[in-house]
């Protein structure tokens, strides 16, 4: 009698529930000559909040690898501090060969924390949404920022508001999102909602939290386990499917990287349409 051996099941799905790489070049292009129709601003503004150590400045970095297409960093990170090393509000323009800069912008912000004396205070990334945080503004986390303070804005235009506010969470950390750390970002999401601003999220480090992804990143939408990780943010937060990206940072390439690449500029390029469908509401609200 022939004996068969058992399989381990696969770590992967048959088919990616996302494709990313068919539309890069498309994507690409788009990115490229991206203007916000509303002309009462120049820059469509991004804004990245999270915990510590996600992956935000990561992420910024990444982006402007893809638009350069070489490695580039930009926004400074810490991998061993284990609180967050960004301290001020920093605006990134990340500019074109020909000295003129892209029509978006990003925002870095300090990481959400554990406890309520450490990290971003919630009032402040409040505050950051309507624009009254100026660029450069250092974080205190004792206390929060007042009108009237160095770094209160207190007349912000349309151009100083958040135009699209993006969660960032890496992927062995969403399983693992206390109870606390969900309040804090559940508020913020709230307070974004009142406004009429569009909502994202990126789960990044996704190479960490997959082996099979470690391998190839092609596999980034194959992954079974990444796949939940989506679902269960999903349920978590209440974003809708299509609004939550998995990428890979840029941050350990010498070179650009082809398989990385696509996932970076799929989520940009939705924040972007998202963004540009909150600015054309606004038109009506700000003549």
Known sequence: MGSSESKAPSLLLEQPWRKVSEEYQSNLVF????????????????????????GKSSFINSVN???????SVRAQTD????????????????????????????????GFEEGSDTGVLVEDLKLALRGHVKDSYKFNQKKVLLEGDDGYNSDPILEDKVHVLVCVVPADAVSRLSDEMVKKIREVRLAASELGIPQLAII???????????????????????????DRFHQLLGLSMNCIFLVQNNNQEIESNDKINPAILCALKQMLWYGEDFLNDQEHEFP
């Open 31 to 54: 990115v490229n000559s991206y203007q916000p129709v509303n002309r009462q601003v120049k820059h469509l503004r991004i804004l990245l909040h999270g915990p510590v150590g996600a």
């Open 79 to 110: 991998a061993i501090s284990g609180s967050s090393y960004t301290k001020q509000y920093r605006t990134f323009k990340f500019h074109k060969n020909s000295g003129a800069t892209y029509s978006f912008v990003f925002n870095d912000i300090m």
């Open 204 to 230: 990044t480090k996704v190479d960490e939290a997959c082996p099979e992804v470690k391998k190839d990143t092609i596999n980034i939408y194959k992954s079974k386990y990444l796949k939940e990780q989506v």
């Open 65 to 71: 690898s893809v638009l350069k297409g070489r490695p």
